[in-house]
């Protein structure tokens, strides 16, 4: 069962950078990494997805090192509209099926 | 807009009672996910369905269940009603699976349900 941990919270100020690890030590060979950001009462939205090595995008990167045993999502210059629950994703191939079981994601609070 | 749509947004029901809510992906999405989340809890699998099959099952319980239909919009029934049961129901979206890279899930705004 690919299983993912992440801290808790993290506080972070206005312009500068953020870094969410994320842990998955059962990752399968076909799993996909792939983060999400919710804000309160909203649907999640997809951040950045990676297989390995680095990943950027105009709003993050993604760094997978070669075990793919972790995961860092980094936000650059984050601003307090970044303030949100972030989720790292693995998904789990059942055959036919994704089991897409989201962690407990973490709550990035962001102050001026 | 994600271009997924669920309805109805909020629901008020007393315990015992069944209800139905209902999600339309994406157009060309072939794949809906279902997920819980309840106050202070993440986001719970439910289940999955891929061109009207079902094909991947969490932690879902009897009492509810889902079906994808021809046209692709799903619905998700809950019957029973518990109070433990009031939660936000998301519904996501992707083109994909059969089993290979899932990409990105597109979500509903949800369905807010409480249970008196």
């Known amino acids: 069962l690919a299983k993912t941990t992440q801290p808790i919270s993290m506080d972070s100020y206005e312009g500068q950078e953020v870094n969410i690890t994320c842990s998955h030590n059962?990752?399968?060979?076909?799993?996909?990494i792939t983060w999400y950001q919710q804000f309160p009462s909203q649907g999640p939205r997809f951040i950045i997805q990676?297989?390995?090595t680095k990943v950027t995008n105009e709003v993050a990167s993604l760094f997978i090192p070669a075990d793919r045993k972790s995961s860092t999502l980094s936000l650059p210059r984050v601003s307090l509209s970044d303030t949100a629950v972030y989720y790292c994703?693995?998904?789990?191939?059942?055959?036919?099926?994704?089991?897409?079981?989201f962690g407990t994601g973490t709550q990035l609070k962001v102050e001026l | 807009d994600s271009g997924v749509t669920q309805t109805p947004k909020h629901l008020i029901t007393a315990t015992g009672q069944r209800v139905t809510l209902r999600c339309s992906p994406r157009?060309?999405?072939?794949?809906v996910y279902w997920y819980q989340q309840s106050l202070d809890q993440g986001l719970q699998f439910l289940i999955h369905?891929?061109?009207?099959?079902?094909?991947a099952k969490g932690n879902i319980l009897e009492r509810f269940s889902a079906q994808q239909f021809p046209d692709l919009h799903s619905e998700l029934n809950l019957s029973s009603l518990e109070l433990g049961d009031s939660a936000l129901y998301f519904c996501?979206?992707?083109?994909?699976?059969?089993?290979?890279?899932?990409?990105?899930?597109?979500f509903g705004e949800g369905s807010r349900l409480t249970v008196l």
């Open positions: 059962n990752i399968a060979t076909n799993d996909y």
């Open positions: 990676g297989y390995k």
């Open positions: 369905y891929y061109n009207g099959e079902e094909r």
């Open positions: 996501a979206s992707s083109v994909s699976n059969m089993g290979e890279r899932t990409g990105e899930l597109f």
């Open positions: 157009s060309g999405d072939l794949s």
């Open positions: 994703l693995v998904g789990e191939n059942t055959g036919g099926g994704n089991k897409l079981t």
